[in-house]
């Protein structure tokens, strides 16, 4: 069975705070961060400064989520960084190969990332030079949105790629995960989930990651016997 990963965004954390709001996800797969520039979409988070300060102190491997600009110049850093995943959106990067060949030289898992309304289609040639493809659930900017269900085909087309393909590529979906949709993108496909206000919007935030994982691990089961 495709092992259930659970990457909870720090987007929905307390900011003030973000080493004990780690701790509080210390069960886990890893911790997604959102770094959003202003320019590839309409809000701003952190940048490479307060990551590399987040990945000194973080109990969980990092996984970066780049919402940025010019990816091809600004994503490497973030490899160097000592990030165990850093994840670059097509729609920022001139040459995506390339860009994801750098990454993994230099250390990180590369992933990619498409917005709602971009078709997978076309860069299907290239999941080989991909340890992760995330598609995104919402429109990329802000938390707290709901799941669009509008892109489940577009996962179980990405799944059948990779599974005929028999690259060991993860798919990754991001936006409106809950208890409730996890288990739609599961069916769909996805294994490795990302979510912010299911995670830090409950009161035990470490029992909700738990949730989380056995809802889609129970549908990732199911949908391999």
Known sequence: MTQCCINPSILSADFVNLEAELKRISNADAVHVDVMD??????????????QRIQAVSPVPLDAHLMIADADRWAPGFADAGLA??????????????LARELRARGAKAGMALRPGTPVEPYLDMLSELDML????????????AFLDVTLPKIRRARNAIDGSGIGVAIQVDGGITEDTIARAAEAGANVFVAG???????DPA???DRLRQAGSETLRSAAE
Request: hydrophobic share 50%.
């Open 38 to 51: 202003n320019h590839f979409v309409p809000n701003l988070t952190i940048g490479l400064p307060v990551v």
């Open 197 to 203: 206000s299911a995670v830090y919007g409950a009161d």
């Open 134 to 145: 995330l598609i995104m659930t919402v429109e990329p900017g802000f938390g707290g949105q």
């Open 207 to 209: 029992a909700a990651i």
């Open 85 to 98: 995943s850093v994840t670059f959106h097509a729609e920022a990067a001139i040459a995506p190969i390339k």
